[in-house]
């Protein structure tokens, strides 16, 4: 069964510009840690990533996985399902842009991911996982987003 988590953080950067690093997924592997390679399959008639293949590191290992992105609600939301993994039955997820209402130079970020392996783990593993996806995923969008804007 899957199970799902959100994390949150505020980003010290407009909306837009929140949106706008978050879509440049072929650019993950220069900032998000385990992402080893993130190849743009598929575009939209605006250029935007659609289709994704995936190589990271996980749990030890190298895992591949293609994701199909949901712009529809741009700029508040970018989301993604799963099309193919090899160790994933389940790994769809979203990441929602809210201005901060007394700061429009400042964005809450809302990280949401649902996850489901194939290879059954012991629930203690499958949270470790999950908890180490989460609490590195804001962070390092955040330093990203942060170091592009003061830059």
């Known amino acids: 069964m899957p199970e799902q988590a959100t994390e949150r953080t505020v980003i010290n950067a407009p909306l837009d510009r929140c949106y ?6 072929e650019r993950y592997p220069e900032w998000a840690a385990d992402v080893k390679e993130a190849e743009v399959l598929e575009r939209d008639s605006d250029g935007r ?11 030890g ?15 508040g939301r970018l989301s993604w399902t799963l099309e193919e993994g090899d160790v994933t039955r389940v790994l769809d ?8 209402a007394d700061d429009p130079t400042s964005t809450e970020v809302a990280y949401t991911l649902e996850v489901d392996l194939v290879v059954p783990l012991p629930g203690f593993v499958k949270r470790r996982a999950e908890t180490k996806i989460l609490r590195t995923a804001l962070p390092e969008l955040k330093a990203r ?7």
Not at 20 to 25: L, M, T
Not at 50 to 59: E, G, K
Not at 61 to 75: F, G, I, K, N, V
Not at 93 to 100: D, K, L
């Open 20 to 25: 706008e690093v978050a879509a440049d997924i």
């Open 49 to 59: 990533p659609v289709t994704v293949a995936f190589r990271t590191a996980a749990m």
């Open 61 to 75: 290992r190298s895992t591949s996985y293609t994701l199909a992105y949901d712009h529809s609600e741009a700029p």
């Open 93 to 100: 997820g979203c990441y929602e842009f809210t201005p901060v």
């Open 145 to 151: 987003v942060e170091s592009l804007t003061t830059a």
